[in-house]
């Protein structure tokens, strides 16, 4: 009788060792690892614009303008401007790869490319970092010689 509860309570010891080493091995909230990443503009601070009358800007992502067309965001001293109002600049990268948003001025009536005021750029390895639906911002002070931005992107992996 007593070898029959003495095995019996083995057994039990046992199979609770192995259920907690499972448990252990594979928690409820696993992750996976980012294979890309989207980014995007979230938002630009103008805290010192170039010009009396405010700034004309535009985001160049990859050769494209944004906005589009002869379109621009104009900013005065303390205004923000979010993704919507530069028509939401996006773009996927790799764990390998990276993304240059670049901010610019522009001068009406034809915007064009205009004059570079700086850049952020998302990198690859920021985005290795990240599990799937996990987000980190990337915050960027852009100074010159008579104008100061500040422009926040954001980075989800996917």
């Given at each position: 009788m007593r070898s029959h509860k003495l095995t019996l309570a083995l057994a039990l010891t046992a199979s609770l060792a192995v259920s907690m080493a499972v448990s252990v091995a594979s928690p409820a909230g696993a992750t996976t690892a980012a294979a890309t990443c989207r980014v995007e503009l979230n938002y630009v601070d103008a805290y010192d614009v170039d010009e009396n009358n405010g700034d004309e800007i535009r985001i160049n992502l990859a050769g494209y303008m944004y906005p589009g067309g002869n379109r621009y965001v104009a900013m005065n001293n303390g205004d923000r401007a979010y993704s919507g109002n530069f028509a939401n600049p996006t773009t996927t990268i790799g764990t390998t790869g990276s993304a240059l948003f670049s901010l610019r001025e522009v001068t009406p009536p034809v915007v064009g490319q205009g004059k570079q005021l700086g850049s952020v750029t998302a990198w690859g390895s920021t985005c290795a970092?990240?599990?799937?639906?996990?987000?980190?911002y990337i915050p960027q002070h852009i100074f010159g010689d008579d104008y100061w931005y500040y422009m926040s992107l954001v980075m989800t992996g996917l």
């Open positions: 970092t990240l599990a799937t639906g996990q987000i980190t």
